[in-house]
Nanobody
Framework: QLQFVESGGGLVQPGGSLRLSCVASGFTLDDYVIAWFRQAPGKEREGVSSISSSGRHTNHAASVKGRFTISRDNAKNMVYLQLNSLKPDDTAVYYC??????????????????WGQGTQVTVSS
């Protein structure tokens, strides 16, 4: 089965940090743009960050720019999301996915596939 497996979520206080990881299962992610999405309770899933296949180009949602960093290690078939200065509004289930349609905006979730089960991030005091 082709999918990502996400990990690294948890409960953290406001201002804290977490590092999320996702590993590709059943395929190699070298040629794919990879993105992290998140879905908060009662809200639509939204794009958080994306990274090009080479790792040289990234995109971030305005709400996380300067706080979150996306990176990848193609040799390990893994993508990471470093979350710093966390806020309660960052509470969500975080997913990673691979872009299948390169002409689509990076935040267009309909262009992505190989979704995992996600990892829960809860920011609360």
């Amino acid at each position: 089965q082709l999918q990502f497996v996400e990990s690294g979520g948890g409960l953290v206080q406001p201002g804290g940090s977490l590092r999320l990881s996702c590993v590709a299962s059943g395929f190699t992610l070298d040629d794919y743009v990879i993105a992290w999405f998140r879905q908060a309770p009662g809200k639509e899933r939204e794009g958080v960050s994306s990274i090009s296949s080479s790792g040289r180009h990234t995109n971030h949602a305005a709400s996380v720019k300067g706080r979150f960093t996306i990176s990848r290690d193609n040799a390990k078939n893994m993508v990471y999301l470093q979350l710093n200065s966390l806020k309660p509004d960052d509470t969500a289930v975080y997913y990673c996915a691979a872009l299948l349609y390169n002409g689509s905006p990076w935040y267009d979730q309909s262009a992505y596939a190989y979704w995992g089960q996600g990892t829960q991030v809860t920011v609360s005091s």
